[in-house]
């Protein structure tokens, strides 16, 4: 499989993925926008962008590491990125800095948990379930770790120097990607052999249609929290350095949510966890609601959305190996994955319009409503089924449209 160095190393490239790439915009946003007398919206219109060429090449991705293997697509990512940041801080007009995000967006749909779940799955098959979610561990601390050090070098050389320490950085972690291994899963069970992959082609496409609405919905909520995240504590009446510490909270609950799955050695299947995940959601923004009043609320609500959160982010990666056959889930997992990408584009965008013309409140209002919709699609049942690939005994949920490998 992979050995507990390369998986340490493939962690702390994620942690430097995500905190340079995905949670830039959220640490930044507000000072480009004073810099260049841009509307706030306008400025998250970049990350929209990155999110549509995520969207994009998607596909492309997903083919190049079921073919090639994930170390290539990685280092080509960190690359994307490192030349993105170099632009971002040299941009004084539209054209340069949307061509800037488009790089930034390449970048993180080639280093971010979907590459790197797709590589693992190419190499341990079935058995990369408790490594992707060793690896979202470190991951997860990417706010905790980068927003105060994004703020920190802002307020030392501006936000355009934070730009070039940034590049700096991809650079430098380009020698972590060289860590993951080469090889190859052996080939899944054939059909009918109790894998537990779908057992007809209306069941594949059942399973892929659920898998694509769960991660187009967490998706956008997700894009939304980490652009607007301290921008709707400090609109609510938290102090800028409190949000900040607040916001990095959300890293913080992440990651001991994970570590608990880790801990439980996955005694919950993935409609489980889904369904706990999905709960934790409506009760971190009913918190949110009031943390201007009371800071332990807001502290409530970065955790609590954290914890939701991280726990989603391994289901994403974990629902397929027991959904689909590993040897194809890099190239049928980037085809799914790739409108969730593109809708959770509109996500930092619609949210900064939300919060310009009618407040945090409508933001929030709006972020319960999506997390009521998950939870209650969590609870929905749906028709037993006959098929070995089921369980005769169990109602699967909506989230949970997926079921354990059967035991011979």
């Known amino acids: 499989m992979i050995g507990r160095l390369p998986l340490l190393c493939v962690g702390l490239g994620q942690l430097v993925s995500w905190g340079l790439f995905y949670y830039l915009i959220g640490c930044f946003g507000e000072r480009i926008a004073a810099d260049l007398g841009w509307s706030l919206a306008r400025v998250h219109a970049g990350f929209s962008a990155a999110l549509v060429v995520m969207g994009l090449i998607s ?23 490192a030349l993105g940041c170099a632009l971002l801080g040299v941009a004084h007009d539209a054209f340069v ?9 390449v970048a993180m749909r080639c280093t971010l948990y979907d590459a790197a779940f797709a590589a693992l799955a190419r190499i341990g098959g079935a058995a990369a379930r408790g490594p ?70 209306a069941d594949a496409r059942r399973a892929a249609l659920l898998y694509a609405l769960i991660i187009t919905i967490t998706g956008f909520l997700a894009a939304a929290m980490s652009a607007h995240m301290i921008t709707l504590l400090t609109g609510l009446g938290v102090a800028a350095p409190v949000a900040v510490a607040i916001g990095a909270l959300r890293g913080v609950g992440q990651s ?39 800071l332990a609320a807001g502290v409530a609500f970065a955790f609590l959305y954290g914890a939701g959160n991280g726990l989603l982010t ?23 994955l790739a409108p ?60 949970g449209a997926v079921w354990r490998p059967s035991r011979m």
Not at 59 to 80: D, K
Not at 140 to 159: H, I, R, Y
Not at 375 to 390: I, L, N, V, W, Y
């Open 256 to 294: 001991i949510a994970r570590l608990g799955e880790i801990l439980s050695g996955g005694r919950l299947s993935p409609p489980a966890l889904n369904l706990f995940a999905c709960a934790l959601l409506p009760a971190s923004f009913a918190a949110a609601f009031v943390s201007g009043q009371w």
């Open 59 to 81: 596909p492309l991705v997903g083919r190049r590491i079921q073919a090639h293997g994930g170390r290539p697509v990685l280092v080509a990512g960190s690359l994307a990125g």
């Open 132 to 201: 992707m979610a060793q690896i979202t561990l470190l991951g997860g601390l990417a706010s905790t770790v980068f927003w105060p050090v994004g703020d920190a070098l802002a307020a030392q050389f501006g936000w355009r120097g934070a730009m070039y320490a940034y590049a700096a950085i991809a650079l430098a972690s380009i020698p972590l990607h060289f860590a993951l291994p080469r090889g190859r899963a052996p080939a899944a069970p054939a059909a009918g052999s109790g894998a537990g992959f779908a057992a007809s082609a």
């Open 314 to 336: 391994i289901t994403r990666g974990t629902l397929p190996l027991v959904l689909f056959d590993p040897a194809t889930y890099g190239s049928l997992v980037g085809r799914l």
């Open 340 to 399: 969730g990408f593109v809708i959770s584009a509109a996500a930092p965008l619609l949210f900064a319009l939300l919060i310009e013309h009618w407040g945090e409140g409508a933001a929030l209002a709006l972020c319960m409503l999506l997390a009521l919709l998950i939870t209650a699609a969590a609870r929905s049942r749906t028709p037993k089924r006959g098929s070995r690939a089921f369980s005769q005994s169990s109602k699967l949920s909506l989230l």
């Open 97 to 105: 800095y949307y061509a800037a995000w488009l790089l930034l967006g």
